[in-house]
Nanobody, 124 residues
Framework: QVRLVESGGGLVQAGGSLRLSCALYGRTFTRYGVGWFRQTPGKEREFVAAITSSGHNTYYLDSVKGRFTIARDNAKNAGYLQMDSLKPEDTAVYYC?????????????????WGQGTQVTVSS
């Protein structure tokens, strides 16, 4: 059974930091690029960041560049999103996905498996 398990969300004040994690079970993690998306009520899921299966290439939403860092640890079958200098507009449910493609995508339909989502709330 394939599972993608997320952790690390929570409540933080503006300017603070959180680190999200996702772990893949039931598949070979090194086959997959990892992406993070976020969603607020009434809106579509938005691409935030992605990293290729090799870890050599990363991609970011413009509004999080310089504040968020995506990483992976293939030995632990895990992906991470380090979020610094958080802003109230970063408040959302964050989802981790894995994409079995050489070029990891920015479109959610390209992703094969998803985590359950984790709430991030940034207070002003």
């Amino acid at each position: 059974q394939v599972r993608l398990v997320e952790s690390g969300g929570g409540l933080v004040q503006a300017g603070g930091s959180l680190r999200l994690s996702c772990a893949l079970y039931g598949r070979t993690f090194t086959r997959y690029g990892v992406g993070w998306f976020r969603q607020t009520p009434g809106k579509e899921r938005e691409f935030v960041a992605a990293i290729t299966s090799s870890g050599h290439n990363t991609y970011y939403l413009d509004s999080v560049k310089g504040r968020f860092t995506i990483a992976r640890d293939n030995a632990k079958n895990a992906g991470y999103l380090q979020m610094d200098s958080l802003k109230p507009e970063d408040t959302a449910v964050y989802y981790c996905g894995v994409d079995d493609a050489v070029l990891v995508g920015r479109n959610e339909v390209e992703y094969d498996f998803w985590g359950q989502g984790t709430q991030v709330t940034v207070s002003s």
